[in-house]
């Protein structure tokens, strides 16, 4: 044994070495060689050293050892494991040190070379990480264009203008695996485990869709995925063959018919091998500078609400590289505009946009203008396509009976025009499930018109050319430990008939550069934000198609353990995906700059502070932009500011160049309702909250103070073995909306092994909402409140509860204040050494409504966990009780979801309800706080639970007044219960104060 481990092995050194020339051939070692014996022992030595310092892999080992005297070089020849960590300039200087102090003196002056899977150490270093720009490797970089295309879509009126942004980037993505039919069981199911409320085939679109995919958008890039990124479950196609329900399509004349195949909806479901796009008709335009005709697509909306646009048009030679859409919707208009150079043939997305119920033609259309900046070329027209839908694709007679966005890529690139035997169905409708991992990578090259695999290499595809594509996973692995599992990251230096380069030149060990610029940015900001040893598992070099078929930089993210308990209570926290998706984002960028040698700037966070105050007839809103610690170009530029009046949605933002604006005058009783965004070169940050404020004929005004900003996780059970999710004593609250939810956990056991799929041990959950929308906090309630108050003649004003650190904030001209608590609550961080979030009544909330208190005002106080968040800290039950005039008493007061006025006769009484159960449309109040007035003989309750009589509110009048709900105000079920609620609760306040001008008119609300 020991001979055979001092034997040289023949290791061929490939031509992926980008810089350096493969080394010669190496020095045998034999029993006889005492002086290379004795160096490599010294090097073995030095090695299991090393691996306890950290400075390699645990698994690296040393596979064969060099010496030249004649050029005094010691050439090591490591295992491939050596290649799975990343490695800086320091490091290898470092490295290369301790071998020649490991070595001896006789070779202090000698050169050492580090080789690993092919490369040499230094080659392991991404351009982005070197120090000297002249190092910088060519050969790993994007090749420029002269002139580069104009991208697939733009929009060419928003004034953002991301230049050191990617702004003509695009971008191939995807989320996971999806729904799925098993050929051998026959029947349609996940590809993965329900465990610990989630199903990896879900749970990272919850990262992709609302986070990710808006960032990179942002940023400017287009971003394409293989699966449905659209939620809605409803679909309406408008097209010259046929159309939805009483959707119409009208054009003049002069639009002619294409002589090639395009869209149809067809006979839907469709079967094996039915491609929509090739059983119908289109029309076609000559371009024209004055835009002098046009076609319009009126959509039958079957609900109101948000839906994705899909755009498509033909393959023509001479088609235009600016086609111009007018999307009509109720925010206004947008202009969109598509490059039909590339594109043809399958649904591009153009953006999501609010649409009311039915035919709309001035607020619900697309139009399509044969304007263009080059005449006399080719506009094509074929269907447009409004929301996500139902999954529509039949295998062996079954539908899924699923959204389109559960289902794997494999039926959605189906619907979407490509072609069978080329991308989706690689097997001969034998395996679905090796068709849908497998179609992914063949879907970016035929999107980009590279060779599908080694027996097509003539493709033409569609042109679109992809800078790069991202597979975002999850994976299996789970441990009793207190560290994460951690993330790893996996790419392929060798491509289809292991090509050492991309089609276009490109080395492929740029894949190298990308996995390790997303895993460097990824770990290092989840240890600054979370976890200090957030833990970075290998940079595997491995054929995993998803990331070696793509013929462009490609990498394979498993960001967490899915099937791990610390993973997942890190991975439930609606803002850790935040952040992970602005780490990826940011990832992105810098790969894509360095690429193209250009610089690059970060988008801003979103701004804070955002106020909105009364002045004389107009409105003044306010706001404070954010600097990001952990990225010194983000910070803001200029500011957008949108706005929306009563029904009508936000449409084109206002530039503000400083972080106010002032809006002279404003229609009375007419709701406003604002949001901001920070900009910069590097494009546009996600929106403050929205606040909101409203003018009426009436003499008083109320301040609504929003103070909910909680997302977080479900509570945990963790006593060993019993750990997991315990929604049934907190659900925690989505960030906007949660798509990933699939159940309640059932299974607390973690002595529990997993058996298959459908018995998967620890973290088992039921499937009770896998196909349903959780609605969260969607940071849009004050006009909620306002609205009530509007209705009783308030006017009104909103801030953030921020603002109120700002001791000359002045709350003397408001006669009542509202303040807007939800669901908020001190939620503690995983790790206890963390500060925990969400503080109810932080220090300036509680001084502010002290000296509020001593003008003779009103106090309404409402929220979920107003006296239960209280019960964490003296200073605040203090407050409560001396203050606010109530004392807590139970935080799971109620599972009724209604409550009853308790002062109020037979005839008058009334049940108010409040939304309780998990739905698409408002947060669940799943345990609203039961609070007692603090002295009996000062206040009194005045809204009982109805299925116990806990007291559910109460009220005080003295020297001010105080309404105190344990129920936020927003969660009552109708505008109708609203305004009735605060008719009586002001009614009771005036009776008892004998102040009739607080309110306007307060029988004018029906009861």
Known sequence: MKNKSILILLFFITACATFKVPPKEKLPISPDNTATRRLYTAMEAFIDDAKKERLIPINARMDSLAYHPEENVIELYMNQAFSYKPYRENEITKLKHKILESAGKQYKNSIVTIYSNGYEVSELVPNYFRSDPATYDPSRMAIPQLFPPPPLIRFPDHPLNPSKGLMGSHIALWHSHGWYYENRLDRWEWQRARVFQIVEDLYPMAYTVPFLAPMLENAGAVVLFPRERDIQTHEVIVDMDSSTGESMISFPKKWAMGTTPGFSIGNPPYKS???????????????????????????????????????????????????????????????????????????????????????????????????????????????????????????????????????????????????????????????????????????????????????????????????????FHTDAGSARTDTVIGTLMIYSTKGLKDTLLFPNGVNRIANRDFADILQTQIVEDL?????????????????????????????????????????????????????????????????????YNRPYTVQPLPPTDLCVTLQNNGLKITWKGVDDPLEPTASPEYYLLYMRVDEKQFG????????????????KNSLYQFKVTAANAGGESFPTVILSAGISEGPDTALVIYNFDRVSAPA????????????????????????????????????????????????????????????????????????????????????????????????????????????QKTTPSVKAFQNPKYRVWVPELKRTLTNFSKQGGIIFVNGAYIGTDAMNYPEDKEFCEEILKFKWRTNYASKSGAFVPVLTTEEESSVYTYVSELNDSLYAVESPDGIEPANQSTAKTLFRYCDNNISAGILYCGDYSVIAL????????????????????LTHVIENKNKKHLIKNPTSVKL
């Open 273 to 471: 091998g039915e491609n929509p796009f090739q059983t119908g008709q289109w029309l076609y335009m000559m371009s024209d500078p004055l835009g002098r005709d046009s076609l319009k697509y009126i959509p039958d909306i079957p609900e109101t609400g948000k839906y994705a646009i899909y755009l498509s048009w033909a393959d023509t030679n001479k088609a235009v590289s600016d086609a111009e859409y007018l999307i009509q919707h109720t925010g206004g208009t947008t202009r969109v505009l598509a490059n039909q150079t590339m594109g043809y043939g399958t649904w591009i997305y153009a953006g999501t946009y609010y649409f009311e119920k039915g035919l709309n033609p001035e607020c619900g259309s697309v139009i399509l203008t044969n304007c263009s900046f080059f005449p006399n070329k080719v506009i094509t027209a074929d269907a447009v396509r409004f929301g996500g839908g139902m999954g529509n694709v039949s295998r062996n007679n079954r539908l899924s009976n699923r959204p389109l966005f559960t289902e794997g890529a494999r039926y959605y690139l189906q619907y979407a025009g490509f072609p069978d035997t080329l991308v989706y169905n690689l097997n001969k409708d034998t395996l679905d499930y090796n068709d849908d991992y497998q179609c992914r990578g063949a879907w970016v090259n035929y999107l980009g018109g590279t060779f599908i695999d080694s027996a097509h290499q003539d493709v033409k595809g569609l042109q679109i050319p992809i800078d790069l594509s991202l597979a």
């Open 652 to 667: 084109a933002p206002i530039v503000c160049e400083e972080p106010h604006f002032i809006l002279p005058s404003v229609k």
């Open 527 to 595: 240890s600054i934000l979370y976890d200090p040893v957030w833990n970075r598992r290998g940079l595997w070099d491995s054929k995993y198609n998803e990331a070696w078929k793509p013929n462009v930089p490609a990498g394979l993210l498993e960001l967490l353990s899915h099937h791990n308990f610390l993973d997942m209570k890190y991975g439930l926290d609606p803002h850790f995906r935040f952040d992970v998706s602005r780490s990826i984002y940011k990832a992105i960028l810098k790969f894509l700059a360095i690429s």
């Open 966 to 985: 344990g129920v936020p105000f927003e969660s009552l079920c109708t505008s109708q219960e609203r305004d009735a609620f605060l008719t009586y609760v």
């Open 716 to 823: 945990t059970l963790e006593n060993d073995p019993i750990l997991g999710f315990a929604d049934f004593l907190d659900q925690g609250v989505p960030w906007g909306y949660d798509i990933s939810y699939v159940g309640s956990q059932y299974e607390f056991n973690g002595d529990v092994k997993w058996l298959d799929d459908d018995n998967p041990g620890h973290g088992a959950s039921f499937a009770t909402y896998e196909t349903s929308l959780i609605a969260g906090n969607t940071f849009n309630y004050t006009a909620v409140h306002g609205q009530a108050l509007m209705n009783l003649g308030y006017s009104f004003a909103s801030c953030q509860t921020g603002v109120l650190k700002d001791t000359t904030f002045s709350t003397i001209s408001y006669s009542l204040i509202d303040v807007l608590n939800g669901e």
